[in-house]
């Protein structure tokens, strides 16, 4: 008798969700269906920002198979390393288990951070890091030797003012991972590094040809690029290689 009175009290619940006016029964049943909705002043008072984006952006999430793809609204935090999206002016986490690749198109990216680490389209793809295979972490480049991935995040950091006030901000970092052979290493973006892990003379000529300074993703691709065709010939390059992969 008892369970019989839950079920019932379930569904009056349910049935007074769906008998409310069209945009508040919508913004019931996210609020029933989620229960990480963000509190919006979590982070009043921090100088700048623990988002990636400096809008929420529309961003295409779906599975291997891409027989499912759900349409978002999305930001990543990198503080909490959550997605964020917006359905109905609410703000929740998103639950980004279930999906391998998640793109953004378009994006603009936080003005906190220097242009150079960005690109207009990104992708989070699942299982690039061998260490952490249910983290979605972002494609930077892949062939068939290389695969370039960051990682953004957004640490909290208090400093003392001249005058003594304590001041707490956000301070964006992005870590470069690059695995060659199988084995992960961090990689930093500078001109001599780059050109010391492709150890590669005709790259390094290429480079110093068309004035690439190698501090910069759209260098890096470029360089990529040229150095996956003088040791592989012909064959085809793809930041997307990974996303694709089954």
Do not use: W
């Amino acid at each position: 008798m008892k369970i019989i009175t839950a079920l019932m009290l379930t569904l009056c619940c349910v049935l007074v969700s769906f008998a409310q006016a069209p945009a508040e029964k919508d913004k019931s049943v996210v609020m029933v269906v989620n229960q990480n909705a963000i509190d919006e002043n979590r982070y009043e008072g921090i100088e700048k920002t623990p988002y990636l984006f400096q809008e929420f952006a529309k961003a295409k999430a779906y599975n291997k198979g891409k027989n499912e793809t759900e349409e978002y609204v999305i930001n990543y935090n990198g503080n909490s390393k959550e997605f964020e999206f917006i359905f109905n002016d609410i703000k929740s986490e998103m639950d980004a288990a279930y999906y391998d690749v998640i793109e953004v198109e378009n994006s603009i990216p936080s003005k906190h951070y220097k242009d150079k680490y960005t690109s207009g389209k990104v992708t989070f793809v699942k299982g690039i890091d061998p260490s952490d295979p249910r983290r979605l972490d972002m494609l930077v480049y892949s062939d068939e030797t290389i695969v370039i991935f960051k990682k953004f995040s957004a640490k909290k950091f208090k400093r003392t003012m001249s005058s003594g006030e304590k001041v707490e901000a956000f301070v964006p970092k992005f870590d470069y991972f690059m695995i060659k052979d199988g084995k992960k290493s961090l990689f930093r973006m500078s001109k001599k590094n780059i050109l010391a892990t492709l150890d590669n003379a005709e790259v390094e000529k290429f480079a110093k040809k068309n004035k690439l300074k190698l501090d910069s993703e759209s260098d890096l691709k470029e360089v990529l690029a040229y150095y996956n065709k003088v040791t592989l010939g012909d064959k085809p390059s793809s930041d997307a290689v990974a996303a694709n992969k089954n």
